[in-house]
T-cell receptor
Framework: DAGVTQSPTHLIKTRGQHVTLRCSPI?????VSWYQQVLGQGPQFIFQ???????GRGNFPDRFSARQFPNYSSELNVNALLLGDSALYLC?????????????FGPGTRLTVL | AQTVTQSQPEMSVQEAETVTLSCTYD???????LFWYKQPPSRQMILVIR????KQQNATENRFSVNFQKAAKSFSLKISDSQLGDTAMYFC????????????????WGLGTSLAVNP
């Protein structure tokens, strides 16, 4: 079975632009979470979606938004990019909402804002 | 609010030796989950081991084991017979139990420990 996939792998944008990152969960997984990992730090939670509904939101500005589609894939959108948005963006999927909620991670998207 | 602290930014160990990575956390919850994740240079975050707070027995996965001290809020990872492939960033993470978390099942992470296994 394929693991969590993310696209693109790398992305270079300039300040003020908009970016869309995509994530496909493991088949059968209905929950997707997004994390931002700045170089040298641990990941920070951005959003969690389950059954197409937002179930959690981290401390990020409204420039960050996300959605989950009927096939459980997800998009993370960031508007008006700032230099500080440069980071590795990780997507994680999990089987059910509850239980041990083990999260399986994708390879990440490296976003560079110039 | 929950916090996770990893006090060792970098560690090194000789191949085949044993190394212990430290993690402490702060929470007022009585039931929760703790995880150790590994992130090699390839960036893929991989679950190493998990511990459920209501279980007294320390979790073990092959060469990896934890020392879970609930009262001290300590969760250390021991790697036995270290291998070159163990070279990676190791992150300790916390998650509330579903009954206390409401809708939010986020992972709260430490800053990580960079482990180098030397030949």
């Amino acid at each position: 079975d394929a693991g969590v996939t993310q696209s693109p792998t790398h992305l270079i944008k300039t300040r003020g632009q908009h970016v869309t990152l995509r994530c496909s969960p493991i088949s059968g997984h209905k929950s997707v979470s997004w994390y931002q990992q700045v170089l040298g730090q641990g990941p920070q939670f951005i959003f969690q979606y389950y059954e197409k509904e937002e179930r959690g939101r981290g401390n990020f500005p409204d420039r960050f938004s996300a959605r989950q589609f009927p096939n459980y894939s997800s998009e993370l959108n960031v508007n008006a990019l700032l230099l500080g948005d440069s980071a590795l963006y990780l997507c994680a999927s999990s089987l059910v909402f509850g239980g041990r909620n083990e999260q399986f991670f994708g390879p990440g998207t490296r976003l560079t804002v110039l | 609010a929950q916090t996770v602290t990893q006090s060792q930014p970098e560690m090194s160990v000789q191949e085949a030796e044993t190394v212990t990575l430290s993690c402490t956390y702060d929470t007022s919850e009585s039931n929760y989950y703790l995880f150790w994740y590994k992130q090699p240079p390839s960036r893929q975050m991989i679950l190493v081991i998990r511990q459920e707070a209501y279980k007294q027995q320390n979790a073990t996965e092959n060469r990896f084991s934890v020392n879970f001290q609930k009262a001290a809020k300590s969760f250390s990872l021991k790697i036995s017979d270290s291998q070159l492939g163990d070279t990676a960033m190791y992150f300790c993470a916390f998650m509330k139990h579903m009954y206390n978390a409401g809708n939010n099942r986020k992972l709260i992470w430490g800053l990580g420990t960079s482990l180098a296994v030397n030949p």
